[in-house]
């Protein structure tokens, strides 16, 4: 018996859960604010509470629209619902991430979030391609599987989902940073420096907030960030670039026409960081570099004059 | 041995003609009707589960035998000259026995643990403590009243002292429509003692709850425990199948109705700090019994209420901040020799309280289902926003109900989560608490760069303007009622009402006179800390506020008190 599943957003990769899942053999509804023309075997509806018979709901909107569209879905589901998000974002000052908020607004339990190296072509067109799944549920593992995974998908699993969390909105945040030093000429060794010790860096905040430092360094954090470097094309990699060529900040998100939150996950990141007394000199200058209070080769000396510790 | 005689031999009235329940009573009447049932029951649902699969039975069998010998090696005493030759002889036949053989062993050792777990009940023992217990603790409080309160109905001076809080009217209407599944926070050794008075002065049932077998070793509690339908936990035993026991017995206890209690802190708090990693063990055997019978199509709900026992004087505190000061602490599970097992300091503790209003305040707080959602009044889940939801949809997979431990291990952890939440919002700060705060933020924030250890010593050191200490009293209650009005917390009436300097007199008044050691102490117009480690057991308390309630220039010392809850 098919599964029924439900995708909440009709964006590049709520498009391509819907894809897969149709592809895999489930039943599938896709609900968005608009009338959408979708391949055939997919339904869609403007009607959130299309989703009141759906088994398994992807949750796949921006992170700036995940509160109210967590709240519509709130009037809509209960206990018996599986839900999984794909959110990179983190919401408000407090760093809310969005299962806690799926939590809050709903009554849904069974919670995970997709995250990893996998880009929406790759699923829609099923290219071999891995992703890791954060849940405490065992059988959500084995629903979002049998959902989208198959031979060409390998979903790893892992109890750690603030750690998934966590890592998959640092991600972002470093591949802007990537994408200036890349700009500003950087080499691959420098560019590896700069991968790893940030993502240590950001590991180390995340197990203040209750993340297993190796969360990140798997297919969540450092999987990611290669997938993102090695040519994926990420609007934060083309908005470090503009950083580099010298625009201002909101000058350069309007280069890239896309919603990139990395910076603003990183501000609240590293404010939390200073208040547990954590050190974190890559994001932080690098921050103080975008906001126009430090130069670039300022930045660079800064760093290479610190202290070099044990790994 | 008399230790062991009362441990494992319970003393029993006789019975000239067994008690018939009616109606009316409480669901634990019947509990001995059903006792043989429900041991029954227990062993045959562990032995089917071990017998499964031959590998595991044969692991089990192992692991009783290696632990037990390895404990009674350890105990020397007379259970070890009996029990030891059993167990030695059993490992070495283990690998040469059938699986016949193995399963009538299995049966035979869950048999006798589950004899040993289980309880008694004896109305007529039930009849007798709710009556006498609080008035003889009253007279204790007031030898004066003793005779006037044994003739009376209720005495005086307890209900002075034992404040109850929460919606007790939802409470009682749930209690016949369901298991009630309390879990306090753990903070002394009387906790199940003011938590049975608490339920009985606020028309709840009474429960049944795990005590630790070291408490059965004093023959009067030991009587009182083993006839109120309490079932023993030997926490030195580390058999996997013992633990398997005791969670499964609670589980079908509460599948069977029965409102249960239990402390999910798993032992006394010894810093004084709220609760927040919990031990999950019995708390999953409340989400499994809803499981289960929903799988079995019973429709008897489980709702767990979140309690918090606040107390202005801790009988225990001095030896429990020392324990968690020490390494010796980590490991010290069962304290055996603390004022608990003093009658000299029950006498003193009881005389200080009297003349204390509100010195205990128990709070029951909302109802939840297993799954963390509120109950409304008729005690059906509802969202946040209000809509009814059937709880039975957690526990469907493609629309049917069945048993997954692993997603129910992953219900428990949440619901933990929850109730450590829960018990933030729901304590009840203490005048001694946040007069103790303040000092100890005073003691913090004039010795930068010292640590814990360090400032733990300045003992007389340390003096403060009382007119300033006041005025920062003052304004640390008005941030707390901030907080208050958030939801986020609860204070006493005292705290609500009190002046400032009022609430430092009260709090040195309860300190001194009762602890061995001075908290602080007046000295002219000054205020002088004594022993910084108890002022630390009581500011514990309010860590998870610490930063709010500072002001600006006191933030640095505020961080530093709030560390002291990272690991809590």
């Given at each position: 018996?098919?599964?029924?599943?439900?995708?909440?957003?009709?964006?590049?990769?709520?498009?391509?859960?819907?894809?897969?899942?149709?592809r895999?053999?489930?039943?599938?509804?896709?609900w968005?604010?608009?009338e959408?023309?979708?391949?055939?075997?997919?339904?869609?509806?403007?009607?959130?509470?299309?989703?009141?018979?759906?088994?398994?709901?992807?949750?796949?909107?921006?992170?700036?629209?995940?509160?109210?569209?967590?709240?519509?879905?709130?009037?809509?589901?209960?206990?018996?619902?599986?839900?999984?998000?794909?959110?990179?974002?983190?919401?408000?000052?407090?760093?809310?991430?969005?299962?806690?908020?799926?939590?809050?607004?709903?009554v849904?339990?069974?919670?995970?979030?997709?995250?990893?190296?996998?880009?929406?072509?790759?699923?829609?067109?099923?290219r071999?391609s891995?992703?890791?799944?954060?849940?405490?549920?065992?059988?959500?593992?084995?629903?979002?599987?049998?959902?989208?995974?198959?031979?060409?998908?390998?979903?790893?699993?892992?109890?750690?989902?603030?750690g998934?969390?966590?890592?998959?909105?640092?991600?972002?945040?470093?591949?802007?940073?990537?994408?200036y030093?890349?700009?500003?000429?950087?080499?691959?060794?420098?560019?590896?420096?700069?991968?790893?010790?940030?993502?240590?860096?950001?590991?180390?905040?995340?197990?203040?907030l209750?993340?297993?430092?190796?969360?990140?360094?798997?297919?969540a954090?450092?999987?990611?960030?290669?997938?993102a470097?090695?040519?994926?094309?990420?609007?934060?990699?083309?908005?470090?670039?503009?950083?580099?060529?010298?625009?201002?900040?909101?000058?350069?998100?309007?280069?890239?026409?896309?919603?990139?939150?990395?910076?603003?996950?990183?501000?609240?990141?590293?404010?939390?960081?200073?208040?547990?007394?954590?050190?974190?000199?890559?994001?932080?200058?690098?921050?103080?570099?975008?906001?126009?209070?430090?130069?670039?080769?300022?930045?660079?000396q800064?760093?290479m004059?610190?202290?070099?510790?044990t790994? | 041995?008399?230790?062991r005689f009362?441990?494992?031999?319970?003393?029993?009235l006789?019975?000239?003609?067994?008690?018939?329940?009616?109606?009316?009573?409480?669901s634990?009447?019947?509990?001995?009707?059903?006792r043989?049932?429900?041991?029954?029951?227990v062993?045959?649902?562990i032995?089917?589960d071990h017998?499964?699969?031959?590998?595991?039975?044969?692991?089990?069998?192992?692991?009783?035998?290696?632990?037990e010998?390895?404990?009674?090696?350890?105990?020397?005493?007379?259970?070890?000259?009996?029990?030891?030759?059993?167990?030695?002889?059993?490992?070495?036949?283990?690998?040469?026995?059938?699986?016949?053989?193995?399963?009538?062993?299995?049966?035979?050792?869950?048999?006798?643990?589950?004899?040993?777990?289980a309880?008694?009940?004896?109305?007529?023992v039930?009849?007798f403590?709710?009556?006498?217990?609080?008035?003889?603790?009253?007279?204790?409080?007031?030898?004066?009243?003793?005779t006037?309160?044994?003739?009376?109905?209720?005495?005086?001076?307890?209900?002075?002292?034992?404040?109850?809080?929460?919606?007790?009217?939802?409470l009682?209407?749930?209690?016949?429509?369901?298991?009630?599944?309390?879990?306090?926070?753990?903070?002394?050794?009387?906790?199940?003692?003011v938590l049975?008075?608490?339920?009985?002065?606020?028309?709840?049932?009474?429960v049944?709850y795990?005590?630790?077998k070291?408490?059965?070793?004093?023959?009067?509690?030991?009587?009182?425990?083993?006839?109120?339908?309490?079932?023993?936990?030997?926490?030195?035993?580390?058999?996997?199948?013992?633990?398997?026991?005791?969670?499964?017995?609670s589980?079908?206890?509460?599948e069977?109705?029965?409102?249960?209690?239990?402390f999910?802190g798993?032992?006394?708090?010894?810093?004084?700090?709220?609760?927040?990693?919990?031990?999950?063990?019995?708390?999953?055997?409340?989400?499994?019994?809803?499981?289960?019978?929903?799988?079995?199509?019973?429709?008897?709900?489980v709702?767990?209420?979140?309690?918090?026992i606040n107390?202005?004087?801790?009988?225990?505190?001095?030896?429990?901040?020392?324990?968690?000061?020490?390494e010796?602490?980590?490991a010290?599970?069962?304290?055996?020799?603390?004022?608990?097992?003093?009658?000299?300091?029950?006498?003193a503790?009881?005389?200080?309280?009297?003349?204390?209003?509100?010195?205990?305040?128990?709070?029951f707080?909302?109802?939840?289902?297993?799954?963390?959602?509120?109950?409304?009044?008729?005690?059906?889940?509802?969202?946040?926003?209000?809509?009814?939801?059937?709880?039975?949809?957690?526990?469907?997979h493609?629309g049917?109900?069945?048993?997954?431990?692993a997603?129910?291990?992953?219900?428990?952890?949440?619901?933990?989560?929850?109730?450590?939440?829960?018990?933030?919002?729901?304590?009840?700060?203490?005048?001694?608490?946040?007069?103790?705060?303040v000092?100890?933020?005073?003691?913090?924030q004039?010795?930068?760069?010292?640590?814990?250890?360090?400032?733990?010593?300045?003992?007389?050191?340390i003096?403060?303007?009382?007119?300033?200490?006041?005025?920062?009293?003052?304004?640390?209650c008005d941030?707390?009622?901030?907080?208050?009005?958030?939801?986020?917390?609860?204070?006493?009436?005292?705290?609500?009402?009190?002046a400032?300097?009022?609430?430092?007199?009260?709090?040195?008044?309860?300190?001194?006179?009762?602890?061995d050691?001075?908290?602080?102490?007046?000295?002219?117009?000054?205020?002088?800390?004594?022993?910084?480690?108890?002022?630390?057991?009581?500011?514990n308390?309010?860590?998870?506020?610490?930063?709010?309630?500072?002001?600006?220039?006191?933030?640095?010392?505020?961080?530093?008190?709030?560390?002291l809850?990272?690991?809590?």
């Amino acid at each position: 018996m098919s599964l029924r599943i439900g995708v909440v957003g009709a964006g590049g990769f709520g498009q391509a859960l819907a894809i897969a899942s149709a592809r895999n053999g489930q039943d599938v509804l896709l609900w968005s604010r608009k009338e959408r023309d979708l391949p055939d075997r997919i339904r869609s509806s403007t009607d959130i509470g299309s989703m009141r018979d759906r088994e398994l709901i992807f949750v796949a909107v921006p992170s700036q629209h995940a509160v109210s569209v967590t709240e519509q879905l709130g009037e809509v589901v209960d206990g018996r619902h599986l839900m999984v998000h794909i959110s990179r974002g983190l919401i408000g000052d407090d760093l809310q991430t969005l299962t806690k908020v799926i939590r809050e607004k709903t009554v849904c339990r069974r919670i995970g979030v997709l995250a990893g190296p996998l880009v929406a072509d790759a699923l829609a067109e099923g290219r071999p391609s891995g992703a890791i799944l954060g849940t405490g549920f065992p059988e959500l593992t084995t629903m979002v599987r049998e959902a989208i995974g198959g031979s060409d998908l390998r979903i790893y699993d892992t109890k750690d989902v603030v750690g998934v969390e966590l890592a998959s909105a640092t991600v972002g945040f470093l591949t802007v940073i990537l994408g200036y030093a890349q700009a500003m000429g950087a080499e691959p060794g420098t560019l590896a420096v700069v991968a790893t010790r940030g993502m240590v860096e950001m590991a180390r905040v995340g197990q203040t907030l209750g993340a297993d430092e190796s969360t990140f360094m798997g297919l969540a954090g450092l999987g990611d960030l290669i997938a993102a470097v090695a040519g994926d094309e990420r609007p934060e990699l083309r908005l470090g670039r503009a950083l580099a060529r010298g625009s201002k900040l909101q000058a350069a998100i309007g280069e890239v026409g896309a919603y990139v939150e990395g910076f603003e996950v990183a501000r609240h990141l590293l404010e939390h960081a200073r208040r547990s007394g954590l050190e974190t000199p890559i994001s932080s200058t690098f921050v103080a570099v975008s906001d126009g209070r430090m130069t670039p080769n300022d930045a660079i000396q800064a760093l290479m004059e610190r202290r070099v510790g044990t790994e | 041995m008399l230790k062991r005689f009362l441990s494992e031999r319970p003393l029993r009235l006789p019975h000239i003609k067994p008690y018939v329940p009616r109606p009316s009573d409480p669901s634990i009447f019947w509990f001995n009707s059903e006792r043989e049932d429900i041991v029954a029951e227990v062993v045959s649902r562990i032995c089917a589960d071990h017998e499964s699969d031959g590998n595991r039975l044969e692991i089990a069998l192992n692991d009783a035998a290696f632990h037990e010998i390895r404990r009674l090696e350890k105990q020397r005493d007379e259970e070890a000259r009996e029990r030891l030759g059993y167990w030695r002889s059993m490992i070495r036949r283990i690998g040469k026995m059938d699986e016949a053989e193995q399963r009538r062993v299995l049966h035979t050792i869950v048999t006798t643990m589950t004899h040993d777990v289980a309880g008694n009940f004896d109305p007529r023992v039930y009849r007798f403590a709710r009556h006498a217990v609080p008035r003889l603790i009253g007279g204790v409080m007031e030898p004066s009243r003793l005779t006037k309160d044994l003739m009376g109905s209720s005495p005086e001076a307890l209900g002075r002292v034992l404040k109850v809080q929460g919606d007790l009217e939802h409470l009682r209407y749930l209690q016949d429509k369901g298991s009630l599944v309390f879990v306090p926070t753990h903070s002394s050794n009387l906790d199940s003692i003011v938590l049975a008075q608490a339920l009985e002065i606020s028309g709840l049932p009474p429960v049944i709850y795990g005590a630790g077998k070291n408490l059965f070793t004093n023959p009067i509690i030991s009587f009182f425990m083993h006839n109120l339908g309490a079932y023993r936990v030997d926490r030195r035993i580390r058999v996997s199948l013992y633990k398997d026991v005791l969670k499964l017995y609670s589980q079908v206890m509460i599948e069977r109705g029965y409102h249960s209690l239990f402390f999910p802190g798993g032992t006394r708090s010894r810093s004084g700090m709220i609760e927040r990693h919990l031990k999950l063990g019995l708390l999953g055997s409340a989400v499994e019994a809803f499981t289960t019978n929903q799988v079995r199509r019973i429709a008897r709900p489980v709702w767990i209420v979140p309690t918090t026992i606040n107390y202005a004087l801790v009988l225990e505190a001095e030896t429990l901040i020392r324990d968690w000061l020490t390494e010796e602490g980590q490991a010290r599970y069962i304290i055996e020799d603390d004022e608990f097992s003093r009658i000299d300091r029950w006498i003193a503790f009881f005389r200080k309280v009297v003349g204390m209003r509100g010195a205990c305040i128990i709070r029951f707080g909302s109802p939840i289902d297993p799954f963390g959602n509120a109950v409304d009044g008729s005690g059906q889940s509802v969202t946040p926003t209000g809509r009814v939801i059937d709880p039975g949809g957690y526990v469907e997979h493609r629309g049917k109900a069945v048993v997954d431990d692993a997603r129910d291990a992953a219900y428990t952890r949440e619901l933990g989560e929850v109730l450590a939440a829960r018990y933030e919002q729901d304590s009840v700060l203490m005048s001694t608490q946040v007069v103790a705060h303040v000092l100890f933020r005073n003691l913090v924030q004039a010795t930068p760069g010292l640590d814990l250890f360090a400032r733990l010593r300045l003992r007389g050191e340390i003096r403060l303007p009382c007119d300033a200490l006041c005025d920062e009293l003052g304004e640390t209650c008005d941030r707390l009622r901030e907080i208050k009005n958030r939801g986020r917390v609860r204070t006493s009436d005292v705290v609500d009402e009190d002046a400032p300097r009022e609430l430092l007199d009260r709090a040195l008044s309860f300190w001194n006179g009762y602890h061995d050691s001075i908290a602080a102490s007046l000295e002219g117009d000054h205020v002088v800390i004594g022993d910084p480690s108890l002022l630390l057991y009581y500011q514990n308390r309010l860590v998870p506020w610490a930063e709010e309630i500072a002001r600006p220039d006191q933030l640095l010392a505020a961080c530093e008190i709030q560390k002291l809850g990272v690991h809590r």
